[in-house]
């Protein structure tokens, strides 16, 4: 039992180029999440998808898009990287019936 | 105002003692709250959470809530050095969205 995986750990982006990052969970769970991470501003929510299907920004959703694939999988796109996005993107997933999120291990994304 | 705020720290505490760390949030509808710990460099983890009024005990982890001042906090009796790590407080606020809005996390250093 994984848990929840991402790919890839580490990336280093020029900035105008485009990329995804791939988060899949073993849980069943219905709902999953992107978070970043930066220094002094805690995590916070980019985007989640409630459930296979749906799909719905967060706090911070400019610069990036998701795919909800099918349950077990939620993507993240940058499609023209900026140094703004250069952070650590967690990806995490939620049961129902409870609010307890699990959390992947993190990509750390660099943008020159 | 921070929906979720906690000191940033560092807290220090010597071996053995407790450690108190606090929480307050601005939601009056919030209804889940949640201690992540979160080690360098690597994902948060969950080891509490807490739903209703009063003290809730795991192990060496006593949750405290008290909603009608808005405030959740977390003791760490016995304090180990292996409890050094940044301390995330999350609060699921009201209505149905199942999202959580974090704090920016306060940083435990048990001295030895």
């Known amino acids: 039992n994984a848990g929840v995986t991402q790919t890839p750990k580490f990336q280093v982006l020029k900035t105008g180029q485009s990329m995804t990052l791939q988060c899949a969970q073993d849980?069943?769970?219905?709902?999953m999440y992107w978070y970043r991470q930066d220094p002094g501003m805690g995590l916070r929510l980019i985007y989640y998808s409630a459930s296979e299907g749906t799909t719905d920004k967060g706090e911070v959703p400019n610069g990036y898009n998701v795919s909800r694939l099918n349950k077990r999988e939620f993507s993240l796109r940058l499609e023209s990287a900026a140094p703004s996005q250069t952070s650590v993107y967690f990806c995490?997933?939620?049961?129902?019936?409870?609010?307890?999120?699990?959390f992947g291990p993190g990509t750390r994304l660099t943008v020159l | 105002q921070k929906e979720v705020e906690q000191n940033s720290g560092p807290l220090s505490v010597p071996e053995g003692a407790i450690a108190s760390l606090n929480c307050t949030y601005s939601d009056r509808g919030s209804q889940s709250f949640f201690w992540y710990r979160q080690y360098s460099g690597k994902s948060p983890e969950l080891i509490m959470s807490?739903?209703?009024?009063g003290d809730k005990e795991d192990g060496r982890f006593t949750a405290q809530l008290n909603k009608a001042s808005q405030y959740v906090s977390l003791l760490i009796r016995d304090s180990q050095p292996s409890d050094s790590a940044t301390y995330l407080c999350a609060v699921k606020g009201g209505g149905t969205a199942s999202k959580l809005t974090f704090g920016t996390g306060t940083r435990l250093q048990v001295t030895l």
């Open positions: 849980m069943n769970h219905n709902s």
């Open positions: 995490a997933s939620k049961g129902t019936g409870t609010d307890t999120q699990y």
């Open positions: 807490i739903y209703s009024n």
